[in-house]
C-alpha cells in the first residue's frame, strides 16, 4: 500500500478528474513507484504480476505528457505506441486508456488480426494520437505502408514474457528498429527470464527498474489446492465440482484449443452454462463468448493460455487447470485472473499420472507445495484391489487359470465386490469448498 494519491504524482487536472469518476484515489504500489520516474522522462523495467495496475503505471503519464504537449504534433502519425500479445488485452488496454482520457483532446485506436483490416486502416488514415496493437497485424500494416512510427515518442513493450513465449520476439525487434531512437521505452513482465532481460538491454536505456512483487510468485491470497485424478475422469470430477454454489464465476484452463472446445461441449451436455474461447475462434465469438462470462449469462469460460493475460473480468471467484501447463510461469498467469482488486480467490488444479512432472515444476518455481485434496487410487492399489497374480500370470492363485479361486471357473463374489469397489475410488473425488 502507499500513502500517496494519485493527485500527489502530480497528474494533470483532466485525468485527476477521469480518475474519479472510476473512484481511483490511491495508487498501486507499481503505480506510486511507476508513474514518477516516467514523468521524469526515464525508462522503466516493470516486473509485476496482472491484475497489479500496469496499464494506469504506463498510461497515465504518457497521457499527461502528450496533454500537456498537445499542439505539437504536427504529423498525423501516431506519438505513442503499445504492443500487446493477444487481442484480448490490447482491447482491455485500449478501453482502459480511453477511460483515462475521457477529457482529453486525444485520438487512439487499437489494430489486432482476426478482423478485416479495412476499418482499422481507416481510423490510422484520420490520425491517431495512441496506437495500441498486436505485433502480427501492426507489422503487416506497415508493410502496407498503412502505419508510419518515425512519430513515436512512447514505444511500451506489455506482458513481454508472454510476447516471448508465443513467439513474438522477432517482430517486436524489427517494430523497435522503426520507432526513432530518441524515445522513452517501457517493458512491463511479470517474469525475467534471461530472454526477456536480454529484449530489456536491446530496447531500454538505462532503466529504472520497478519490482513490486518476487517474480512469479502467485497471489498470496489465492488459495491452491491438486487432485490427482485420472484423466478419463476429469470432466466427472469437473461437473461434481462445479455443484459448489460458491463458483459462481469460474475459468477453466487447457493446454489445447481442441480440448477447450470439447470441455465446453461436455459441460453445456451436463446442463452447465460454458462457452470456450482461443485462438481459432473469430474475434467476434471471442469477443461475445467474454460478454456472456461477464454479464453471468455462461458461468464457466473454458480458454487456453492465450486468454491467462487477456481476461480482465472482475468476481472471478475460482480458476481450475483442467490441464497442467507444460510452462510453470504460465500458471502463475492462469491462476492471476482470481484474487484481483483485493479479493480473494481460489485455484483448483486436476493433475493425471502424465502431468506429475508439470506439477513438481510449477511447485520448485512457486516455493511450495499445492494442498492435496483428492487422491486418485496408486497403480499398486489397483491391482491389489483385483487380486494377487499366481506365476502363471492368472489372478487368485489358481494355477487352472480360473478366478478367485473357484474350481467353476466363475468369478467370487468377493472378487466382484473388489473390482466395484476399485471402479467407484475411480470414478470418485472429494468436492472443494471455498
Known sequence: MTDKTFSDLGLAEPILRALRAKNYETPTPIQARAIPELLAGKDVLGIAQTGTGKT?????????????????????GPRALILAPTRELAIQIGEEMQSYAAHLHLRQTVIFGGVSQHAQVNKLARGVDILIATPGRLLDLMNQRHVKLGGIEFLVL?????????????????????????????????????????????????????????QATPVERI??????????????????????????????FTRT???????????????????????????????????????????????????????????????????LPNIPDSYVHRIGRTARAGASGMAVSFCDHEERAYLRDIERL????????????????????????????????????????NPGGQPSANAGKKRSRSRNRRRSGPSIAA
Open 158 to 214: 506489455d506482458e513481454a514474457d508472454r510476447m516471448l513465449d508465443m513467439g513474438f520476439v522477432r517482430d517486436v525487434r524489427k517494430i523497435a528498429a522503426a520507432v526513432p531512437a530518441n524515445r522513452q521505452s517501457l517493458l512491463f513482465s511479470a517474469t525475467m527470464p534471461a530472454d526477456i532481460a536480454k529484449l530489456a538491454g536491446e530496447i531500454l536505456n538505462d532503466p529504472v527498474r520497478v519490482e513490486v512483487t518476487p
Open 56 to 76: 494506469a503505471a504506463f498510461g497515465l503519464p504518457i497521457l499527461d505528457t502528450l496533454f500537456r504537449a498537445e499542439g505539437a504534433n504536427r504529423t498525423r
Open 257 to 323: 484449443k481442441h480440448r477447450a472446445n470439447k470441455v465446453a461441449q461436455q459441460l453445456e451436455n451436463r446442463g452447465i452454462d460454458a462457452d470456450a474461447i482461443h485462438g481459432n475462434k473469430s474475434q467476434g465469438a471471442r469477443q461475445r463468448a467474454l460478454k456472456r462470462f461477464r454479464d453471468g449469462e455462461a458461468r464457466v469460460l473454458v480458454a487456453t493460455d492465450i486468454a491467462a493475460r487477456g481476461i480482465d473480468v472482475d468476481g472471478i471467484s475460482h480458476v481450475v487447470n483442467f490441464e
Open 366 to 405: 512457486i516455493g511450495s507445495q499445492l494442498t492435496v485434496i483428492g487422491e486418485a487410487p496408486s497403480s499398486e492399489e489397483m491391482r491389489n484391489a483385483r487380486g494377487p497374480k499366481n506365476p502363471g500370470g492368472n489372478r487368485g492363485g489358481n494355477r487352472g487359470g480360473n478366478r478367485g479361486g
Open 223 to 252: 488459495i491452491q489446492h491438486v487432485h490427482h485424478v485420472h484423466a478419463n475422469d476429469k470432466i466427472p470430477l469437473l461437473a461434481e465440482i462445479l455443484g459448489d454454489a460458491s463458483m459462481d464465476r469460474v475459468i477453466v
